[in-house]
DNA sequence: GGTTGTGAAACGATTCACAGCT
DNA sequence: AGCTGTGAATCGTTTCACAACC
């Protein structure tokens, strides 16, 4: 292969690491709650504890953004807020479609951490008729038929698909071909998608699957004989295993 | 991890990797589809098609786990189920409690894969009074005070919170009081806990916001145009970027 | 022939540790 | 004196590529 993998711009560090990218929500959400209690300043030990993660991995991800702190002193709590709102794109508005309104489709709907940052619930779909002009959250649903006029008339380039199984791959392709390019899939399926589509899913049963594989193995340890507990000083410890990424479930629209 | 140090047993290979962890539901999901259309063998290709991974990923997990596969041949679906369910501890019942019953709180409750892989709702708990002895997907809502009871009295080591963020850490409190050391935090705030507990966190907004970074970043080169690349058609490579980790097929219970 | 299982190489993320600035 | 920013070391994960086996 004389090209290879093309995609190091080689100039300048727009190669923000996808872990940082992660965590910069998490930050946020930190900053932001500091930002409400007026604190000022923050250094990256107290900025760290707050956001669950240890103080030399956060200044590394801050590194990538930029020099946004002072020597001695800390990051300028509004400034950071600004910066990484900036960065993550949550200065402008997002309209996102909610497509399956069944139980989930409603809790998301009816989710406040969606319109509080920059995304806006532009529509909610289903195909159900029975549901057509209900209101959930406020906001009427409409029916399947008019996805594609919706995405279009509305500029959704962001679609949540929180339908059965079977129906999330038809949906999956049909927002795509109307234009949106990032998908947030709760089903429990893969999707496939086009070059350029982003997708990430968020599967409930996973995550338990991952937390029972644990308690099986405490439980084990426990039994075979080293003491009951690993005996551990701290009682409160920064890495507690906070899960990487989320999961959640789908649900029956009926 | 969250575990102490105590975790090399020196003998042999209980050391599944974290990320080999995280993909085993995403196998026994695959398999459990194929399992059901009665097909009895599978290579490492197809089913890693079927997982949404690569091969050579899928060979090297298994490879953890044993050697389950026969050259020439494939893996037997059958007993490869079996494998997984076990080394995940899915041949057990695992108890969990919901605790906050909000929309998404009953989404959850009806959430079927929640019942379909070893995991059955033992109890819905919520601190609204008017709540109390309602029944969510079938289950009487129970209240808050009864929580440390209903987790003894279950032997309950799961639990769900999905609580608002403000009441989510004392809700956490008790449950670790109380006897549960795996929990799943539906609330976007960090959860401190104490050593040999695990923590593992779905945030939906967190989600959105990841995807709103690349969003912005495809609208940003499709604009200015910044090529780092001039030529190159395709801006993407193999994999679509799906989530944090590769995504999945159906099982849909009933 | 086909496919697994696995060392070794490549890659990416985390942690260390300290120079450099306030 | 205190704290950031970052090279360098370390650790974990993915990918390669092929020997072993059916």
């Known amino acids: 292969m004389a090209t290879g993998r093309t995609h190091r711009p080689a100039t300048r560090s727009r190669g923000i690491p996808e872990a940082t990218v992660a965590r910069l929500p998490l930050y946020l959400r930190a900053l932001t709650a500091l930002s409400e209690r007026s604190v000022p300043t923050v250094s990256s030990e ?133 234009g949106v390019t990032s998908i947030l899939n709760f089903a429990p399926t893969v999707l496939t998608v086009p070059d350029g589509v982003d997708v990430r899913k968020v599967d409930l049963s996973i995550e338990l699957q991952i937390l029972a594989f644990h308690e099986q193995r405490k439980a084990g340890e426990e039994a075979v004989g080293k003491g009951p507990l690993p005996q551990t000083a701290a009682g409160r410890d920064e890495s507690a295993d906070q899960g990487p990424d989320g999961d959640v479930p789908a649900v029956m629209p009926a």
Chains 1, 2 share one sequence.
């Open 46 to 178: 107290e900025l760290a504890a707050a956001a669950g993660v240890n103080s030399a991995k956060l200044r590394k991800d801050f590194s990538y953004l930029g020099s946004y702190g002072t020597r001695g002193v800390g990051y300028d709590v509004e400034y950071l807020v600004y910066q990484i709102s900036r960065e993550l794109g949550l200065t402008q508005d997002w309209p996102v479609v909610i497509v399956g309104i069944g139980n989930l489709g409603a809790a998301l709907a009816n989710y406040g951490g969606f319109a509080s940052r920059g995304f806006r619930v532009a529509a909610l779909i289903d195909a159900d008729p029975a549901l057509t002009g209900k209101p959930v959250a406020g906001i009427p649903v409409q029916h399947a038929d008019e996805l594609e006029k919706i995405i279009r008339d509305n500029g959704v380039s962001i679609g949540v698909i929180s339908t059965p199984a079977g129906a999330a791959q038809q949906v999956c392709d049909r927002l795509v071909a109307a």
